[in-house]
């Protein structure tokens, strides 16, 4: 296991605090599970049943949203798995968006393998998959499998099925129909008319000045649509299990995505006073980059941060740190539902052999970058996302490592059918994460509204590439193309372009011929014609 001591590091106590932990005592024995002998492990397997897979899954959260990285957070049901498992630091999403990103993840293959690139694109039909995604696959494995929550396909003509969850539940039928799928909208169709209401000023996505704004919401934990199917999930715990069959267990929820309407409860953890503000580039325009393309190309998105920056540039301080406090206390109202799932899957000695996944599918620019907020580009704090792996398979010697590794979503695919036994696809782009595979940089792309732009990343620089024009004309003129590069171990705020820099040009070349081969490996192994 050398190559795995080279590059990790534990974690280490005075980094990571103690706060919050003894609310996890429910479902964490005085032995931790995953923390026991290999002996008292093969003999909890010995009748070579697969692991329980238990996922956890939220939308829009920052890669540093983890109370292990960030101090003015509280994740305690996070931190713990972190601290038993291993936290990939350098792990990024394979679009900055959700549908791309959610549909690379479930089939780990990159957007434009999949021709899923945008929230735009319409989902594969269901007759035109390339192959059974994660659920299916553990299906037919012989998995019990319960999907509670989102996973956005994409635009549909006709629904879809559930893809491999025997037991779903969605929160809101606008995040996609999926035939045998539950919905709020049929079974708490006034409490999601109450969430509705609150919510009606926010915009599209909830993303209007307002949805950042927030408040304390008034309305029940329960009619939330997270909420809501957080309590499902619950319920199913408590009594639809099957003993006789490994379990995988997805929840995926809609937040911390703004809108930023917070349970009380979890708002008031916070104080004002420990809040940072916003941290502002030393320029007032976005300089020549992909971003400033993006807006000069899509009215959508230039318009949505002329008016963020127009409020959140007259805000005081405090106003502004109360959107990153919401922020935080969306984070850790989600991760409470987890501690809870776990907690019943302790009761139930689901996780004497499991593994526990979490991560989200893109992050959050927080304010970044004079006043943006979500996503939509390949900065690190759009593109780079919290990953962990827990659980009693994880080696105990790598319990309680920070991997450095370039990680990837696509990852995720690969990871879980070893740990299954499950059947996999030859020539994917990814990686089983339990293994020492590793890649020298990771990958994401962009499209919305532009020609393509491609990110390559190491972990102390990042090269981007990029048209300043719409695709029909960028095929004509890819000698036009436009670059960045970063030098993020002194500018981790990428504030500082050193593309055009000839002190720089040998690891710029570098960057641009490994993009060039990775991207190359990649499509020779997909897409794949049938028949």
């Known amino acids: 296991m050398q190559n795995n001591i080279n590059r990790r590091d534990f974690l280490k106590s005075s980094l990571l605090g103690t706060t919050g932990l003894a609310s996890l005592s429910a479902f964490l024995p005085s032995s931790p599970l995953w923390a026991r002998s290999s002996d008292e492990q ?14 956890f899954m939220t939308d829009q959260q920052r890669w540093d949203a983890l109370g292990v990285l960030n101090p003015h957070i509280k994740t305690p049901t996070l931190d713990r798995l972190a601290r038993n498992g291993i936290l990939f630091q350098h792990a990024v999403c394979q679009a900055p968006m959700c549908v791309p990103s959610r549909n690379s993840m479930m089939f780990g293959l990159y957007p434009s393998q999949l021709g899923v690139r945008s929230n735009g694109s319409h989902s594969v039909g269901d007759a035109f998959l390339p192959f059974p995604p994660i659920p299916e696959r553990l299906r037919l494995a012989g998995y019990q499998t319960a999907g509670f929550g989102k996973t956005h396909w994409g635009r549909i003509d006709t629904p879809i099925s559930t893809r491999g969850f025997e037991v779903r539940v969605v929160g809101e039928r606008g995040v996609g129909p999926e035939n045998g799928a539950r919905y709020q909208n049929d079974e708490n169709p006034e409490g999601l008319a109450a969430y509705r209401r609150e919510v009606a000023t926010y915009g599209g996505g909830e993303e209007r000045v307002e949805g950042y704004i927030g408040k304390v919401s008034e309305v029940a934990e329960r009619d939330h649509r997270d ?4 309590e499902q999930c619950l319920k199913f715990l408590d009594s639809d299990v ?36 916003m941290i502002m580039p030393p320029w007032s325009q976005e300089p020549d980059t992909h971003l400033a393309a993006s807006d000069k190309l899509s009215r959508s998105h230039a318009g949505r941060h002329a008016a963020w920056r127009e409020a959140f540039s007259k805000m005081t301080s405090e106003q502004r740190r109360r959107t990153v406090l919401r922020y935080y206390a969306n984070c850790s109202w989600l991760e409470h ?28 620019m927080l304010g970044e970058r004079n006043f943006r907020f979500t996503k939509y580009c390949l900065y690190d704090s759009s593109v780079r996302v919290p990953l962990i792996l827990s659980g009693s398979v994880v080696p105990e010697e790598l319990r309680g490592t920070v991997d450095n590794r370039p990680a990837e979503l696509v990852d995720i695919f690969p990871t879980l059918m070893k740990v299954a036994g499950a059947e996999s696809e030859q020539e994917l782009p990814g990686l089983d994460l339990l293994s020492d595979q590793q890649r020298t940089g990771n990958f994401c792309e962009y499209h919305d509204g532009l020609a393509p732009a491609y990110m390559w990343r190491k972990q102390d620089w990042k090269l981007i590439l990029f048209f300043d024009r719409p695709l029909a004309e960028a095929r004509l003129a890819v000698d036009k193309a436009r670059g960045e590069l970063y030098d993020l171990k002194n500018d981790p705020h990428e504030w500082h372009n050193l593309y055009g820099n000839s002190d720089y040009a ?22 794949k014609g049938k028949g």
């Open 42 to 55: 093969n003999n909890r397997t010995q009748n070579n049943r697969p692991p329980d897979i238990i996922f």
């Open 227 to 230: 909420g809501w199917v957080a």
């Open 242 to 277: 099957d003993p006789d069959r490994p379990l995988f267990l997805y929840l995926s929820f809609l937040k911390p995505h703004a809108g930023l309407n917070v349970p009380k409860r979890f708002e008031e953890l916070y104080d004002i006073e420990d809040m940072p503000d």
């Open 337 to 364: 539902y987890f501690g809870e799932a776990l907690a019943r899957l302790e009761k139930l000695g689901r996780l004497k052999n499991a593994l526990i996944v979490f991560l989200s599918d893109h992050g959050e």
């Open 506 to 527: 040998e690891i710029r070349e570098q960057m641009k011929t490994e993009l060039l081969m990775h991207l190359a490996c990649a499509w020779e192994g997909y897409p």
